[in-house]
């Protein structure tokens, strides 16, 4: 009753912030190794990296998607090459897994700071990349990287990962990588945590702590603005304004199915009339 899931085609908006969400990152947040995150305690590793004033992860499980059903009959990764090398899509073809986490503010979303994470070989060779895009390496702290005109920041994180950012100052960079390297256990929200231990075959989750984020007063101008404010009144706009969090999941078969679930402080059910209209 706290919480409503929909496996309707996903939302418009939740569409958009994903989308928003890879546009955030690199084009080139690297040629990943082959191997790619190779086990969970690999994504236990990148998700160390994710400080716990972050609100927003997604973990993009590129192998897993390429070798289901659909995918091969469609050539996917074939495609996914292509595309890639055209700059129509972000995620290059052998970043086998993607962590992306940021920090997303309603009011202020296209600049919100977000970073995306992929496993790199020990081997991999930043000088080249530099070299490759007419950049010039440079040094944060102990951490070496590079600032593209086309792809953003680049650096390492350590010798397993390699970060991308286009949206997050130089300073919050260095900051952020500091926390990076150091961190030594998962300091991002509970909600966030239980939204990718609780993935199962997903291959794509996407989650987003919501706590705190709606203010009172907009979210009651919304609901007026939707003309679903005759149900419950007040008591919808504490509901949605104290809504816990999001999750999105996408499963790749022969077909697509994916799963929309927004948790709330508190019951849903007398409002479901009006949630299915705002969402």
Not at 220 to 247: C, F, K, N, P
Request: proline residues 6%; charged residues 25%.
């Amino acid at each position: 009753p706290t919480r409503m899931t929909t496996n309707r085609t996903l939302p418009l908006e939740l569409a958009k912030l994903m989308n928003r969400l890879l546009c955030l990152i690199p084009l080139g947040v690297l040629l990943a190794s082959p191997g790619g995150v190779r086990s969970d305690d690999d994504l236990d590793r990148i998700l160390k990296t994710v400080p716990d004033w972050m609100n927003t992860v997604a973990v993009i499980d590129v192998k897993a998607l390429n070798r289901s059903p659909r995918a091969i009959r469609e050539k996917w990764a074939e495609k996914h090459q292509d595309e890639y090398l055209s700059g129509s899509i972000n995620i290059p073809p052998k970043a086998s897994a993607v962590v992306l986490a940021g920090c997303l503010d309603p009011m202020t979303f296209p600049h919100s700071p977000v970073v995306g994470v992929t496993p790199v070989p020990a081997s991999y060779d930043l000088k080249t990349m530099a070299e490759r895009e007419g950049a010039t390496l440079e040094q944060i702290g102990d951490s070496w990287g590079l600032l593209s005109s086309r792809r953003g920041y680049v650096f390492r994180v350590g010798t397993d990962f390699l970060a991308g950012t286009r949206t997050m100052p130089r300073q919050t960079l260095a900051r952020w990588l500091r926390f990076a390297k150091s961190s030594d256990s998962v300091s991002m929200s509970p909600y966030l945590r239980g939204a990718v231990a609780s993935r199962g075959d997903a291959q794509v989750v996407l989650a987003v702590d919501l706590q705190e984020m709606f203010d009172p007063v907009s979210v009651r101008l919304e609901v007026a603005a939707a003309g679903v404010g005759s149900e419950g009144g007040d008591a919808l706009v504490r509901l949605l304004s104290g809504a816990r969090g999001l999750t999105f999941t996408a499963t790749v078969a022969e077909a697509t199915r994916g799963r929309l679930r927004i948790d709330f402080a508190g019951e849903a059910e007398p409002f479901k009339k009006s949630l299915q209209v705002l969402l």
